[in-house]
């Protein structure tokens, strides 16, 4: 398959950018509904629709959802773009549909994505309620779970920009998790299943993004919805769409996340996943947050009559203003720098630095400040 190609001409190109709330994608999900396969499934706290996306009649049953953390909708935008795919007459869609039957939730938590928040409503993290089940979303993806009674699970979420392919330097675009079932890690059939298809997809992602696949962190917790899953038997894969060098939208990051997915489905359609590969999983490098977004080094701090040499970081706040998302910049380290990476850097070579305060980056400060006499940066970018 050319999961490039098949990329580009199924990208729903009406969602774009990183806010994507229902408003967004009512409207996509309206061209399936004579189709009878988009149906409203529940209700949010403040009585949003929570849709599902059926296709498929095939014995092997796969669910997967998205944006069950509100403002992580990169998995949103690539689930569309599959949707496209599984409309199209070509023989590889025509193949999984008898083999499988797709339950998609695509946006779990819609209240959240409309205040662009991880929480729901309520403030809770619904991927931290799965054993009190106190909110109507977990409930709901309780209850799929337990009807639709899959032989598959995917839990598709993003990762900040922070992490880093452990120290190599190469941001995490995309990482992968088979989660645990237990405290101390036990590696069982189910599990094993997990491991050896994220052991597939690092193979073909390898080919496209070298050295940008990392592994999430295995502990267990059981309020986790893929550590419940994994226990009560149902193999789990969650993804974690992260970024790409100068890919704020993450535009870039969907088309992998979508080869993923498209690789994950022809690996089992092929029983490709059948063999031990627990070592080929291991040896996926660990998640590090080792990143910020810009880092400036070798900066002259001339304040309260000493002079020295420092450095410092910048990371972006996502916030929404007049119903855009905005990315700013504020302060969030200033001093020894050493293992840590900026997915942009500037090194000033020992000029002075400049602010409107006293001349000295204090964290939490936004980062607008000059360097030397002319050198101008603005929401901590440099300005031409």
């Known amino acids: 398959m050319n999961y490039l190609s098949i990329f580009e001409k199924n990208k729903e190109t009406s969602l774009l950018g990183r806010y994507i709330t229902l408003k967004n994608i009512e409207p996509i999900l309206g061209k399936h509904f004579a189709k009878n396969e988009i149906q409203v499934i529940g209700n949010s706290v403040l009585e949003k629709s929570i849709y599902s996306y059926q296709v498929g009649k095939g014995n092997f049953k796969i669910l997967l959802w998205s944006q069950m953390h509100g403002n992580e909708s990169t998995t949103t935008k690539a689930l569309f773009d599959l949707f496209n795919f599984l409309d199209s007459d070509v023989e590889e869609v025509k193949k999984w549909k008898e083999k499988f039957s797709f339950y998609f939730i695509p946006m779990l938590n819609p209240d959240g994505a409309e205040l662009y928040i991880r929480e729901n409503a309520n403030q809770v993290d619904l991927n931290r309620d799965f054993i009190k089940l106190s909110q109507p979303e977990s409930q709901l993806l309780m209850s799929v779970f337990n009807d639709f009674e899959p032989d598959f699970c995917f839990n598709l979420h993003d990762?900040?920009?922070?992490?880093?392919?452990?120290?190599?330097?190469?941001?995490?675009?995309?990482?992968?998790?088979?989660?645990?079932?237990?405290?101390?890690?036990?590696?069982?059939?189910?599990?094993?299943?997990?491991?050896?298809?994220?052991?597939?997809?690092?193979?073909?992602?390898?080919?496209?993004?070298?050295?940008?696949?990392?592994?999430?962190?295995?502990?267990?917790?059981?309020?986790?919805?893929?550590?419940?899953?994994?226990?009560?038997?149902?193999?789990?894969?969650?993804?974690?769409?992260?970024?790409?060098?100068?890919?704020?939208?993450r535009e870039e990051t969907r088309k992998y996340v979508f080869i993923a997915l498209l690789k994950s489905f022809q690996a089992l359609y092929e029983n490709d996943i059948v063999n031990n590969k627990i070592d080929d999983y291991l040896k996926i490098p660990q998640n590090n947050p080792c990143f910020f977004d810009i880092v400036y080094r070798n900066v002259k701090i001339n304040y309260d009559n000493s002079i020295f040499i420092t450095n410092f970081a910048v990371q972006f706040r996502e916030e929404i203003i007049e119903n855009q998302l905005v990315f700013n910049a504020y302060i969030s380290h200033v001093g020894d720098l050493k293992g840590f990476f900026g997915h942009s850097e500037y090194d000033v070579q020992d000029d002075v630095y400049q602010d409107e305060n006293d001349n000295l980056p204090k964290i939490n400060e936004k980062a607008n400040f000059t360097i030397g006499k002319h050198i101008k940066f603005v929401n901590g970018l440099l300005k031409n």
Do not use: K, W
């Not at 890690?185 to 597939?200: G, P, Y």
């Not at 690092?202 to 226990?231: K, M």
């Open 159 to 249: 990762q900040r920009t922070i992490f880093g392919v452990e120290n190599t330097g190469q941001p995490a675009t995309v990482s992968f998790l088979a989660p645990s079932f237990n405290e101390i890690r036990d590696v069982n059939d189910n599990r094993l299943q997990a491991m050896n298809l994220i052991s597939c997809i690092n193979e073909e992602l390898q080919i496209h993004i070298p050295g940008q696949i990392g592994r999430f962190d295995d502990s267990f917790n059981r309020n986790c919805v893929g550590d419940t899953f994994q226990q009560l038997g149902v193999p789990t894969v969650l993804f974690e769409a992260g970024h790409f060098p100068h890919d704020y939208q």
